[in-house]
T-cell receptor, first 114, second 112 residues
């Protein structure tokens, strides 16, 4: 597609359930980023995939959070045993060259944990 | 201390005014500097992208980077109500390639 695509756009889940969020980056983009944005807040870095190198997982807040990426395509962010504080918009971005910063964002997945 | 500091605002100016938005940073390794615009309930949209120091102009928008002061700015000329949004500065390092770090965003409102 022409842009970064995220699904689902909205997700409501019960506390304690696992959720999977999906990101389809722009074709040919080797770098992929996940961020979390709480209501009225800035972007909190979660994880960064950079081509064939090991991902930078330094932003994952706990071991309940994990992410995978298949080659240079789709990425999945998984949150296990969701908590109410996980409620936020999860944003994915991709860029052509790792570290060059010109990243393009999807519209995000709005996660609500009830 | 955060790596990137940005005044959250809100900032309210009349239509037609010149707007100045700023960020400071602490990591001297940053070489790529970006400004994103985010409308309510939307993903951030890349506005300006600058490598290293200097100025870059695109229409009504001018981005400035002063690496010696670790200070970046975005100027909006002839501001319009449609410019009302949250503006996020962002930056990353080159070698080694690094994640992009964002400021907390400044909420801007342009009054008609």
């Amino acid at each position: 597609g022409a842009g970064v695509s995220q699904s689902p756009s909205n997700k409501v889940t019960e506390k304690g359930k696992d959720v999977e969020l999906r990101c389809d980056p722009i074709s040919g983009h080797t770098a992929l980023y996940w961020y979390r944005q709480r209501l009225g807040q800035g972007l909190e870095f979660l994880i960064y995939f950079q081509g064939n190198s090991a991902p930078d997982k330094s932003g994952l807040p706990s071991d309940r959070f994990s992410a995978e990426r298949t080659g240079e395509s789709v990425s999945t962010l998984t949150i296990q045993r969701t908590q109410q504080e996980d409620s936020a918009v999860y944003l994915c971005a991709s860029s052509f060259t790792p570290g060059q910063g010109e990243a393009f964002f999807g519209q995000g997945t709005r996660l609500t944990v009830v | 201390q955060k790596e990137v500091e940005q005044d959250p605002g809100p900032l309210s100016v009349p239509e037609g005014a010149i707007v100045s938005l700023n960020c400071t940073y602490s990591n001297s390794a940053f070489q790529y500097f970006m400004w994103y615009r985010q409308y309510s309930r939307k993903g951030p949209e890349l506005l300006m992208y600058t490598y290293s120091s200097g100025n870059k102009e695109d229409g009504r928008f001018t981005a400035q980077v002063d690496k010696s002061s670790k200070y970046i700015s975005l100027f909006i000329r002839d501001s319009q109500p449609s410019d009302s949004a949250t503006y996020l500065c962002a930056m990353s390092a080159r070698n080694p390639a690094s994640k992009i770090i964002f400021g907390s965003g400044t909420r801007l409102s342009i009054r008609p």
